[in-house]
């Protein structure tokens, strides 16, 4: 089940970046409508993004619907069990289909444990999460904005992000990762609540990860 209320840190970070970065203050203004959901199901997440990378959209929704509908239960323990051909058969290349089996087995096994994760800071989130074949740093940053809804996540390797700290703050100039790391410590501790304003400076649709 997707979550749809705010976080309850929003306010009031939307308040603290507000007094002390007149270029956020202007975009927090613009989007008054923020909302910061989740899909709800830690596995599913995953497993989408998996499904997900470097296919479009359209695509995405097609593979993950085929896929959903041969496994009829996405969950970690049923997964687990599917031959690869089958999966192959839905659309997902054999790499893959390895790696949602690879997600499963984790999940099965412990080595993913959501439930321990309140306890867990973002870097040893991320760690274990980049232990999944086909998981990198960046889609476990998405995870941990989207799903977890941390609040000071800054993901120095987004496109988007890099893009919108360029026209807003840099003449147009694409900041390397370490420039945009440092440009980024003026948002902390709510460098979450400041990537999703300046993605929606680009875009104003709201994208749900």
């Not at 309850?8 to 270029?23: F, I, K, N, Q, S």
């Not at 509908?69 to 323990?77: E, S």
């Not at 690869?84 to 790696?99: D, F, T």
């Not at 997600?103 to 994760?117: I, N, S």
């Amino acid at each position: 089940m997707k979550t749809r209320a705010q976080p309850t840190y929003w306010h009031r970070a939307c308040t603290e970046l507000g007094a002390g970065d007149p270029v956020m203050a202007g975009l927090i203004a613009r989007y008054p409508d923020a909302v910061l959901g989740n899909r709800g199901d830690p596995f599913q997440t995953l497993a989408r993004a998996i499904v997900g990378q470097q296919i479009s959209v359209k695509a995405a929704d097609s593979v993950w619907a085929r896929f959903a509908g041969f496994a009829r239960h996405v969950t970690p323990d049923h997964v687990a069990t599917l031959e690869l051909e089958a999966l192959a058969a839905c659309g997902l290349s054999r790499r893959k289909a390895e790696y949602l089996r690879d997600l499963a087995g984790h999940f099965v096994d412990g080595r993913v444990e959501p439930a321990r994760w309140k306890k867990m800071d973002d870097e040893a989130v991320i760690t274990e999460l980049v232990d999944v074949r086909g998981i990198g740093r960046w889609t476990a940053e998405m995870f941990l904005i989207f799903s977890l809804r941390r609040p000071d996540v800054w993901p120095v390797d987004d496109i988007g992000l890099q893009k919108a700290v360029a026209r807003h703050y840099l003449d147009d100039a694409r900041p390397s990762p370490q420039a945009l790391r440092e440009h980024g410590v003026r948002f902390a501790p709510w460098r979450t609540v400041a990537t999703w304003y300046l993605w929606r400076s680009l875009d104003p649709a709201v994208v749900q990860y």
